[in-house]
């Protein structure tokens, strides 16, 4: 009995240490968060709206002009930028980056990578580890960009996709995130990159109509990679919001799941000492009567 007892205590001592450390992770998390909400929260506008506007002037440009960036040819080679986190213990944020991964080459990409034509950047080390075991193309390149993240760590990552599309090396890209809406809620999404999509004219309400100054090539040509760094920039921000979301939720979750453990726990303590003491109890008035008697 006294070996179960020490055996309950035990437990109670180890879980009460773990939730003080899922307590503490969601502090840190929920600081992190507010400082990547912060940023992604103003970048997003900014980053709409030149998206918008780059894919209004591609789509407005008519005759054979053909730009290097929104060249549509027959998908034979393919990448994907795969942004995902560097640690763990954020629920299942890594496992569905790296679900949506696999589905988007299974559903667009399967002649592609049947032909061994689909490449993996990844940004973010869990990515790379897990698409590696599963036996994907990977590039470790640009893996560690959170270790330091700023802009022009993305932009690198941004410009060589860029070169590689223009070189012929891939015909499209696309870029596997995770859109921060909140803290508990993430939208995984797989977002066309390269080449640049095209609003389409019937869809539209009217045709887009913009006075060029500069001329018209010289402006796209400046404009467009600076859009497209941008673009990369935002889905990295989204990433880097959506992991602290989800890891401040799974650590509030694991904190309560400790809490109720720690309840089950205690009343089955309770029930052990309160056996051993009618053991106890038992064990004296029997020999009370033994003596009596």
Not at 104 to 127: R, S
Not at 193 to 219: G, M, N, R, V, Y
Request: glycine fraction near 6%; charged fraction near 25%; include cysteine.
């Amino acid at each position: 009995m006294a070996g179960q007892l020490k055996e309950v205590r035990n437990r109670i001592k180890s879980v009460q240490s773990t939730q003080q450390i899922t307590k503490a992770m969601k502090m840190v998390s929920a600081a992190k968060l507010r400082r990547a909400q912060d940023s992604i929260t103003q970048m997003r506008p900014y980053a709409k709206k030149l998206q918008e506007m780059l894919s209004n002037i591609v789509s407005s440009i008519e005759g054979g002009t053909v730009l290097a960036l929104a060249e549509e040819r027959t998908i034979e080679k393919v990448l994907l930028i795969v942004v995902t986190s560097d640690r763990g213990l954020c629920g299942g944020y890594n496992a569905n980056l790296i679900k949506l991964a696999k589905s988007t080459i299974a559903e667009k990409y399967e002649a592609q990578w049947k032909k061994g034509n689909v490449a993996i950047w990844n940004i973010g080390k869990k990515g790379f580890e897990g698409l590696t075991k599963s036996g994907y193309k990977t590039d470790a390149t640009f893996k560690d960009i959170y270790l330091n993240l700023n802009f022009e760590a993305v932009q690198t990552a941004a410009q060589a996709a860029m070169k590689a599309f223009e070189q012929k090396e891939f015909d499209a890209v696309e870029i596997i995130y995770s859109e921060f809406k909140n803290a508990a809620t993430q939208v995984f999404t797989a977002e066309q990159f390269l080449p640049i999509p095209k609003i389409a004219q019937a869809t539209s309400k009217k045709k887009a109509d913009f006075i060029f100054e500069p001329a018209k090539e010289h402006l796209i040509a400046e404009l467009m990679p600076k859009i497209l760094n941008t673009q990369l920039f935002k889905a990295v921000l989204d990433g880097n919001a959506s992991e602290h979301g989800a890891r401040m939720t799974a650590m509030d979750k694991a904190s309560e799941n400790a809490n109720e453990l720690l309840k089950s726990l205690k009343i089955s303590y309770n029930r052990a000492r309160q056996a051993a003491i009618t053991t106890e109890l038992t064990e004296i008035v029997s020999g009370a009567a033994a003596l009596q008697g």
